[in-house]
């Protein structure tokens, strides 16, 4: 079965790590829009920046220049811990689907904190480490970007403090333990520790907390404590710039054997893996080198790109964070409880948005039960077991090759697969049992949250 001349499972030697990220913004003609102060509504500057998030994380978010920037070596030498991970083709799933079309994808579970967070995670940590800084605060919803911090920070020796969404924290046992093994402090938000934790506590009692709530209550921590910044998971330019190291291993095992994507596909949810993982190539594609289709999976309970509308909008409930032009809807927005933790923001990352909103990037919404079939149906014939946000990059990558089966074109499909769904049972015992409901948004509903966008000009 494993004809083709291309080897199961590609590896590369710890040599061949990636040395440099890329900054794909560098070769972008409409670069995304500046972030905004929240006080004046004026491009933010550096210093009121720095206040909150680390000097150096500062000068990558704003660099809209630079196309590389080196690895630091310690960040490499931790990085050799569970990189560079394989790059595999799923001929156990073309030939379960009888596909003519090659499928490939980069699993990024293999470590303990089981995604891609943790390639920014450590970096953010090292930058924190190196500006003599005592600790960092975080928020975390599902739990996968708190853990990824936490083994950062007990690494760098700095003290991690993460607000997790108060719900997730009741019914996510395991990982709010697994974030105590490594040394973090885990508060459930809205917690009584914030004067915007207080207040969102008095004014919707028994809240099980939001993602934007517990960002506000970390950001007001970070900037209340001596010797703490702030650090987020995702959207942001730096978190894009760090998961690059997924993109750039994938195209180094692909030009090995001169593999040429025809259709790159990512689960959205802040942006960062798929930023990460279509950079590359996309830088191609801006440079007029080559050309390739990408396609963004988003959960139909909350359609930022497909449903969502380009415009200046806060990252967080308490509208403490710059604000950011993004495809968004809107701050105000509630995503349905769905299974899929990590996709459920209300906003994308500025510098995908412009890509998307260029119409350089495609964009589609799946429901999750179809999800949870295909992440099945991928974990019966290779293997993994995937996480419920990497299942939706699963479902678009099986519809693509369904299409290749019909037209008999044998197209080059690659994904990004980014986590293990060990602690996501919870959800795949409610598929099994027929439980698990689809849920979308109606027109009204988006249209309520949009008309509270902020004015900008
Ligand atoms: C957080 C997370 C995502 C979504 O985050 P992005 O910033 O959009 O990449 C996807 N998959 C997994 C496993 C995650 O933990």
């Known amino acids: 079965m494993f004809n083709d001349n291309v080897p199961y499972k590609i590896y590369l030697s710890e040599e061949e790590l990636p040395k440099q990220w890329y900054n794909v913004r560098a070769d972008m003609k409409n670069k995304p ?10 491009p933010i500057r550096a210093e009121r920046l720095s206040s909150v998030f680390c000097e150096e994380l500062v000068k990558q978010e704003l660099d809209d220049t630079t196309p590389y920037f080196d690895i630091p070596e310690p960040i490499l030498d931790f990085y050799k811990m569970y990189r560079p991970a394989p790059l595999t083709r799923a001929y156990f799933l073309e030939k379960k689907l009888g596909t003519p079309a090659k499928i490939y994808y980069k699993f990024e ?69 697994v974030m105590k093994v490594y040394g973090a402090s885990v508060t459930p938000s809205p917690s009584m520790e914030t004067a915007v934790g207080r207040k969102i506590n008095e004014q919707f009692p028994g809240t099980g907390g939001s993602l934007g709530c517990a960002i506000s209550e970390a950001v007001e921590a970070a900037t209340s404590m001596e010797g703490y ?33 025809d259709i790159i596909i990512g689960c959205a949810g802040g942006g960062s893996n798929l930023g990460g993982l279509i950079s590359p190539f996309m830088g191609e594609k801006l440079r007029g080198e080559a050309d390739y289709r ?70 589609v ?47 080059t499909i690659f994904f990004g697969l980014t986590g293990t769904g060990y602690f996501d049972m919870m959800s795949y015992e409610k598929f099994h049992n027929g439980v698990m409901k689809d849920y979308a948004p109606t027109d009204a509903e988006i249209a ?7 004015k900008v000009e």
């Open 109 to 177: 579970g293999n470590n303990t904190s089981g995604s891609h967070k943790l390639n920014s995670a450590i970096a953010q940590a090292y930058y924190a480490k190196m500006q003599g800084l005592r600790g960092v605060t975080t928020e975390t919803g599902a739990g996968q970007w708190g853990t990824a911090l936490a083994m950062a920070c007990s690494y760098f020796d700095l003290d991690c403090k993460v607000y997790m969404v108060k719900c997730s924290y009741e019914q996510k046992p395991f990982r709010r333990e």
């Open 294 to 363: 990408f396609i963004a999976v988003e959960p139909e309970s909350c359609p930022s790109l497909t449903r969502g509308k380009y415009a200046y909008d806060y990252c967080d409930t308490g509208a403490v964070c710059p604000l950011q032009k993004m495809y968004t809807l809107g701050s105000g927005f509630m995503p349905a409880a769905t299974h899929a933790g990590g996709l459920r923001y209300h906003g994308m990352s500025s510098l995908l948005s412009q890509l998307y909103d260029d119409k350089l990037m495609e964009a």
């Open 365 to 411: 919404s799946v429901k999750q039960t179809e999800v949870f079939a295909a992440a099945e149906l991928f974990a019966r014939v290779e293997g993994t077991l995937p996480a419920p946000e990497s299942s939706h990059a699963i479902k678009v990558a099986i519809d693509e090759a369904l299409k290749c089966k019909e037209t008999g074109e044998e197209k």
């Open 448 to 454: 309520e949250a949009l008309a509270k966008l902020p």
């Open 229 to 261: 910044r702030y650090v987020l998971g995702s959207v942001l330019n730096q978190v894009l710039l760090h998961q690059t190291v997924i993109g750039l291993e994938s195209k180094a095992a692909m030009d090995k054997y001169g593999i040429k994507p």
């Open 33 to 42: 829009a500046p972030l905004l102060d929240p006080e004046t509504m004026k």
